[in-house]
């Protein structure tokens, strides 16, 4: 990040237009305050991250990066529900790497205990835990956590605010403050004297913040409504910036090409003939691979395939089949965690029922390809081993979409030898993230390509090839899980699962640091389900394979809960049941708001009642918080299988925009379906084979469902919404294929035992 007060004028007022006596209000006590982002210019005064009033209305600061998932609008109701200003008043935008703007309620999420069921005093250990993430600065988007994160701070942010302003009233007309209200912008006398917000602002900047008390629910007229979208007239018009969209003067553009056998070396290339090619700038050797600078993306692209490359060896098993042998053999290794070890299980014996599942590698396949803007600045000459007092010099500006700034701006820094300081990072629109835009690599990668033009910012774009085979991959697994029934009940289920370690790596190469311990990540949607079954064990075992990983919507639930719940299904089918009550009984004794939930969706999918040449299923995984259960109909249509149409009921504790709930639920069903039917990453010579959305598809309008949600609001805290519609979104199709053709298919995708219509 730059100078602060650099930072504040490009970011917020050349971007937005002027700003006049804007002033920033934070939630922190004095003694909690992390250092703040923002400096005060002759234009605007700051004392905190979140807010800055104007005279045209509020801009909300949100710490979290929109992707979709309709986060700006649901942080900026927070503020302007305490705040009291009018909708069409409120503009939001992303705030610069800070430690203010840590996300504290990821920390909590990754504690090893089943959500559902914790104690109080286990809520009390995440709360604490909260303050890691501040001591680290860690700042990201991620886990469904953003609205759990924001509930209180962002609310804090318009109350103090508010109360600030009409402390600065009242001094002002020389009243008692209580005599003051509030409304659309502006503070209200007793005798109808309104003063604009704007206009009390620069008082209001000297004035202490004071301890408020939030609105009760009750009094509430944005959360808890569907608000609309404050990104959706930008996003509409085609005027809202991702990165693919950055310009700038005398921009100049390049794309990369990297090792195929992920992780493994360039011996060497040659570029005479992409060298002699029209439009080619330059060819950078990046030491793993080249990168080409040209006068547009297409010059770049086209060159970039001229370039000759003798590639190294990949570090992993050559084949699919070998990979899928060495996660195999992870099940004869020690147990890295058993989160779940309830009651006796017994030695195998006759009559268990018995099941071994496996997914496959999966692509993030975000709709925008990874790309970065970067320009390095304040230097004379090249930047080939630079002296001290040009390092000193130097300053670098970076655009991209990404979940983790600070994460960004200190991987570049340390890249290109600068301070965390030097570096400012403009996080924009985000053309999807589902995990990919955690990582830093397309970031650092358009900063050292930066390097070798100072003075020209390069666009950094991949083809979509490059981004689909470098992704960090949702890993391949495999489960074995046996089980018993007695009396129409599930008595015994007993897992093992067996994977790469997503949390490992990710932390690897974040920080240098692989955690110890039980690995949460790995067993989530499998040990923590709500189901009352007296001897329950769960064992994770990990993998040691070296095929890039890293965090996919939903992580180790995508997996773990078709693992568990198509399991939960032939324990139901071998015990004569019928699957949605057999669910229903044994959540019961266990979490009351899944039951319900089970219970909702049976009647708003007519459960029981299948027309001719149909079937349905259903599937339940509690995930980041929240329970959500589906139901899938299938029809066949002259032996092919159509996916007809879907039924969610999901409890999220409190809902705050209905309407987005309600599209991130449907979201996350048709990501999980599409991975379901068609997602497959395989491996060939070491190379990752497919490159492109032929190669790995996705559902599209006319082959995706009808689908209805239901949200509910009877779970004792609120979860998240991003990610918790994805994982049973698979089990439930595999369960209706089931109904429908007494076909068990325990292996993804499922179109390779299925036809499709697709």
């Known amino acids: ?451 070798e033009m100072p003075g020209t910012p390069i666009k950094v774009i991949w083809s979509r090839e490059e981004d689909m085979r470098h992704d960090f991959y949702r890993p391949a697994a495999m489960a074995r899980f046996r089980g018993r029934v007695e009396n129409g009940r599930a008595t015994m289920l007993d897992a093992k699962i067996a994977a790469p370690s997503v949390t490992r790596q990710s932390m690897q190469r974040i920080a240098d640091f692989s955690p110890p311990g039980a690995d949460k990540g790995h067993v989530e949607g499998s040990f923590d389900q709500p189901y009352a079954i007296p001897n329950y064990r769960v064992a994770g075992h990990l993998a040691d394979v070296a095929v890039p990983i890293g965090f996919w919507r939903s992580v180790g639930n995508s997996f773990n809960g078709f693992f568990h719940e198509s399991f939960i299904d032939e324990m139901a089918h071998a015990a004569g049941a019928d699957p949605l009550q057999f669910r229903i009984d044994l959540a019961r004794p266990a979490h009351t708001p899944t039951a319900n939930l089970l219970e909702a969706v049976g009647r708003m999918s007519d459960w029981g009642n299948d027309a001719p040449g149909t079937a349905k299923g259903v599937a339940m995984t509690y995930s980041f918080g929240t329970p959500v259960a589906e139901v899938i109909e299938v029809r066949d249509e002259g032996g092919r299988i159509r996916i007809s149409r879907a039924w969610i009921a999901c409890d999220v504790g409190r809902a705050l925009d209905p309407s987005i709930i309600e599209a991130q639920m449907i979201s996350g069903l048709i990501y999980g379906l599409s991975a379901a039917v068609m997602g497959e990453i395989t491996f060939e010579d070491g190379q990752v084979q497919q490159g492109n959305f032929p190669d790995y598809d996705a559902l599209r309008m006319h082959n995706t469902p009808e689908v209805a949600v239901q949200v509910f609001e009877t779970n004792a805290h609120m979860g998240g919404v991003g990610e918790p519609g994805t994982p049973p979104a698979a089990p439930a199709l595999a369960n209706a294929i089931f109904a429908l053709t007494g076909q068990r298919i325990r292996e993804l995708p499922l179109w390779n035992s299925v036809d499709f219509v697709i």
Not at 212 to 225: N, Q
Not at 306 to 325: H, L, R, S
């Open 1 to 451: 990040m730059g100078r602060l007060g650099k930072y504040t004028r490009r970011a917020f007022l050349v971007t937005t237009a002027a700003v006049a006596g804007g002033v920033a209000f934070g939630v922190w006590k004095a003694s909690e305050v992390p250092p703040n982002p923002l400096t005060s210019t002759d234009e605007a005064t700051v004392l905190n991250p979140w807010l800055i009033i104007d005279a045209d209305g509020v801009t909300v600061i949100t710490p979290r990066a929109e992707m979709g998932q309709g986060v700006y609008t649901t942080l900026a109701a927070m503020v302007a529900e305490e705040l009291d200003v009018a909708w069409e008043d409120v503009r939001v935008l992303h705030g610069p790497p800070a430690q203010a703007y840590y996300n504290g309620a990821i920390m909590e999420a990754g504690l090893p205990y089943a959500n559902y069921a914790l104690t109080d005093r286990q809520r009390w250990v995440g709360e604490k835990m909260g303050a890691i993430p501040k001591l680290i600065s860690l700042q990201v988007t991620g886990g469904s956590t953003s609205t759990v994160d924001g509930f209180e701070k962002m609310r804090h942010a318009g109350a103090t605010a508010r109360e600030v302003l009409k402390q600065a009233a009242a001094a002002r007309l020389g009243v008692d403050i209580g005599t003051l209200t509030t409304e659309n912008g502006q503070v209200i006398s007793a005798d109808g004297t309104r003063i604009a917000y704007a206009d009390l602002a620069a008082d209001a900047a000297e004035i202490d913040i004071p301890e408020v008390a939030l609105r009760d629910p009750s009094e509430w007229k944005y959360l808890g409504t569907s608000m609309p979208r404050t990104d959706m007239v930008a996003k509409a018009t085609g005027t809202a910036e991702f990165g693919a969209d950055v310009q700038l003067p005398g921009m100049k553009f390049a794309t990369v090409r990297m090792n195929p056998h992920l992780g493994g070396v360039m011996n060497s290339f040659d570029a005479t003939a992409a060298e002699a090619m029209p439009g080619v700038e330059k060819i950078v050797d990046l030491g793993t691979g080249i990168a080409v600078i040209a006068r547009s993306t297409w010059h770049a692209m086209q060159a970039a395939d001229a370039v000759e490359i003798d590639w190294g060896p990949a570090p992993y098993p050559e084949t699919t089949d070998a990979i899928f042998q060495a996660i195999e053999a992870a099940f004869d290794t020690d147990a890295n965690s058993t989160l779940r070890d309830d009651g006796t299980i017994p030695e195998p014996a006759e009559g268990e029922i018995t099941a071994e599942y496996r997914v496959p590698y999966l692509a993030h396949a975000t709709m925008e390809p990874m790309n970065a803007t970067a320009v390095l600045e304040g230097i004379d000459g090249f930047w080939m081993n630079p002296s001290a007092q040009m390092r000193s010099q130097g300053r670098l500006t970076l655009w991209c979409g990404n979940q983790a700034p600070v994460m960004a701006r200190d991987k570049v820094a340390a890249a290109i030898g600068l301070e965390p300081e030097q570096v400012t990072v403009h996080t924009t629109f985000l053309g999807g993230g589902f995990g990919r835009r955690a990582e830093f690599d397309f970031s650092v990668l358009a900063a050292r390509i930066a390097t």
